[in-house]
């Protein structure tokens, strides 16, 4: 099995199979914007709805200190 394993090994290392992926991938362009009051997210979010032609993605985060 070891010996097999080896010939594996060495055959995709001769095909690039290890090598440095050295694909590019596109720039994002993004923002964020954090909030600490519930108010302002709500209002924000509602008026983004509104005024969105095809999505609005949203993430949310909880940070909190461990108990």
Do not use: C
């Amino acid at each position: 099995m070891f010996v097999w394993g080896e010939i594996e090994r060495t055959i995709a290392e001769k095909n690039g199979v290890f090598s440095q992926n050295s694909s590019q991938y596109p720039m994002r362009q993004s923002d964020i914007t954090l909030y600490t009051d519930g108010k302002q997210l709500n209002n924000q979010l509602f008026s983004d709805i509104e005024k969105a032609k095809h999505y609005v993605h949203v993430n949310f985060f909880s940070i909190a200190d461990d108990k």
